[in-house]
């Protein structure tokens, strides 16, 4: 018989969700009932998880295991009547929200921080996914962050670690454990969604590729589709093993920090196509040989060819992009007639859209694409669309965008991040240009003026609920933007986010390096925002 025990705690200051659930250092998670006191409150504040059946897995950082083991004891101590977890507590984010809605779950428990880095001294997090996949909402995050400044107890089982390293069905008192092959769920979507006959020609042809796993979650996923199923030539996915450090390194798909993927595709005997993926697989960096594709732009790419693509060929319902992401979709969705929603920066935000059928396509600026195959990004189900849509228009990655540019003009896009900012100081600059905004229409900055100037707010149209304070935005006479907002995803000081836009219609101006193309916008945000001074930065940390 297995007993409960009952452990009496205390609230603890800072457990509030982010835009993604809980991130915080490593050891913050370690320390006394700090994890027991979270995952206690997520079930106080869901309503309790007495007879529900949840989905459990994560990426493997540090602290990875441990964690889920909790997990597992805290479930059963509180009624559960199933946990379906991935074999050795793997799952990525998107595989497990294809679980949730797969098997009909109430919802499941993420472990991850996503793209910051892992390891003993690195960022570990907890999230809670709804019965549709999704992020939990606001409504939802709310109540656990509620119940976290009351809790005065948490319910455990006294028990052994429960083996996760086979496929198998065990009990812990009276809830069942059935340990899953992490793959082999998102491996048959991924088969309905996209040709892979024509995927494995592209393959034949001699089409090469690379595909980083960053020594995190995907390297599992890409090296069974990839390599195992669509033939892809050994040695194309590198950096394939998961491992609790993310190999010392960085697992943020971009061009900083997969600089080995970037420098092999920038030479002349580059692969064809590259891509990577981040700490939880809900992230891409697409890249071709010699031609960087940003995350807007791949939106854009995606929703104008999804036809191509057997799993979208009866068109979009519509598409949607947070509020900082470029508006190189927008120009699409008019051409194709469809609506195009622009949301706050969470996935949450899409999920509404994707229920109610509003939306097919999602994206953030921040190397996340999805649809509504599942309620999550999804990093390697970006690339598959990349490869369906290469193999059937036979062309390059630079072709098509150069043919995509000429179509819709061109969105110079960047994103400036200032990682670990004094958080009063980046709350001042907000603060600063958030004073300016009524008086900005009409002004001019350089060779710029301003058309309108706002803090953007959200009126969710399926449920109307309204989301305020989602980012700053500054816009200029010929589609430029300017947009700065505090990230919520850190877990030291404040990240300043900064968003420069430019459009270009003038093919004779397409090929000229983005920070060439935005100077005269980031000469603005200096003027406008005074970053250097009040940051106490001379550039930004990340620039992508």
């Given at each position: 018989m297995t007993t409960i025990r009952t452990i009496p705690t205390e609230p603890i200051e800072g457990q509030k969700p982010g835009t993604s659930g809980l991130r915080k250092k490593t050891p913050v998670f370690q320390g006394h009932h700090y994890l027991e006191n979270f995952i206690q409150s997520i079930w106080n504040g869901i309503g309790g998880v007495e007879g529900k059946t949840l989905v459990?897995?994560?990426?493997?950082?540090?602290?990875?295991?441990?964690?889920?083991?909790?997990?597992?004891?805290?479930?059963?101590?509180?009624?559960?009547?199933?946990?379906?977890?991935?074999?050795?507590a793997l799952l990525s984010t998107p595989a497990a929200s294809n679980l949730i809605r797969k098997r009909g779950a109430d919802g499941g428990i993420i472990l991850s921080a996503s793209h910051n880095p892992g390891g003993p001294n690195g960022d570990f997090g907890v999230k809670y996914n709804t019965a549709n996949g999704g992020p939990a909402a606001e409504g939802v995050t709310g109540k656990i962050f509620d119940a976290t400044k009351v809790i005065s107890e948490f319910h455990i089982t006294e028990s052994h670690d429960v083996g996760l390293r086979m496929t198998d069905t065990v009990t812990l008192g009276d809830m069942e454990i059935e340990i899953v092959d992490p793959v082999g769920d998102y491996a048959a979507l991924m088969a309905e969604l996209f040709d892979f006959d024509a995927i494995r020609a592209l393959f034949r042809s001699?089409?090469?590729?690379?595909?980083?796993?960053?020594?995190?979650?995907?390297?599992?996923?890409?090296?069974?589709?990839?390599?195992?199923t669509l033939g892809a030539s050994p040695g194309t996915v590198i950096n394939a093993i998961p491992l609790p450090d993310f190999g010392e390194g960085h697992p943020d798909p971009n061009p900083t920090w997969a600089k080995t993927l970037w420098d092999e595709m920038m030479s002349d005997s580059g692969p064809d196509f590259g891509a990577a993926s981040d700490g939880d697989g809900d992230r891409n960096m697409v890249v071709g040989r010699k031609c960087y594709v940003s995350p807007s732009d791949s939106l854009a790419?995606?929703?104008?060819?999804?036809?191509?693509?057997?799993?979208?060929?009866?068109?979009?319902?519509?598409?949607?992009?947070?509020?900082?992401?470029?508006?190189?979709?927008?120009?699409?969705?008019?051409?194709?007639?469809?609506?195009?929603?622009?949301?706050?920066?969470?996935?949450?935000?899409?999920?509404?859209?994707?229920?109610?059928?509003?939306?097919?396509?999602?994206?953030?600026?921040?190397?996340?694409?999805?649809?509504?195959?599942?309620?999550?990004?999804?990093?390697?189900?970006?690339?598959?669309?990349?490869?369906?849509?290469?193999?059937?228009?036979?062309?390059?990655?630079?072709?098509?965008?150069?043919?995509?540019?000429?179509?819709?003009?061109?969105?110079?896009?960047?994103?400036?991040?200032?990682?670990a900012v004094d958080s009063d100081a980046a709350s001042g600059l907000m603060d600063h240009v958030r004073g300016q905004l009524a008086d900005l229409p009409g002004k001019s900055f350089g060779p710029l003026t301003v058309t309108g100037a706002d803090e953007f707010a959200y009126d969710d149209p399926v449920d109307g609920s309204r989301a305020e304070g989602q980012g700053l935005r500054v816009g200029f006479e010929g589609g430029g933007r300017l947009v700065l907002r505090l990230s919520g995803t850190g877990t030291e000081g404040a990240t300043l986010r900064v968003y420069l836009e430019k459009v270009e219609t003038d093919p004779a101006q397409f090929s000229l390096d983005p920070q060439d193309a935005l100077a005269d916008v980031i000469a603005a945000a200096e003027s406008i925002a005074g970053i250097r001074e009040r940051t106490g930065r001379d550039a930004p940390d990340v620039i992508t």
């Open positions: 459990l897995g994560g990426d493997g950082r540090h602290f990875n295991s441990q964690a889920a083991q909790v997990v597992l004891r805290m479930a059963a101590a509180g009624g559960a009547k199933k946990v379906i977890v991935g074999k050795r001699g089409f090469r590729m690379r595909f980083d796993a960053m020594h995190a979650v995907t390297g599992p996923y890409a090296s069974r589709i990839l390599e195992e790419v995606l929703a104008a060819n999804a036809t191509l693509v057997p799993g979208y060929r009866d068109g979009l319902k519509g598409v949607a992009r947070s509020m900082p992401t470029s508006q190189a979709v927008d120009r699409v969705a008019e051409k194709l007639g469809i609506d195009c929603y622009e949301t706050p920066t969470g996935w949450k935000f899409f999920g509404n859209l994707l229920d109610a059928g509003r939306a097919t396509l999602c994206g953030e600026e921040s190397f996340g694409t999805g649809s509504d195959h599942v309620r999550e990004k999804d990093g390697l189900w970006a690339v598959l669309f990349w490869l369906n849509i290469l193999a059937v228009k036979k062309c390059s990655v630079s072709e098509l965008m150069e043919e995509h540019w000429a179509t819709y003009g061109r969105n110079y896009y960047s994103r400036h991040d200032y990682e």
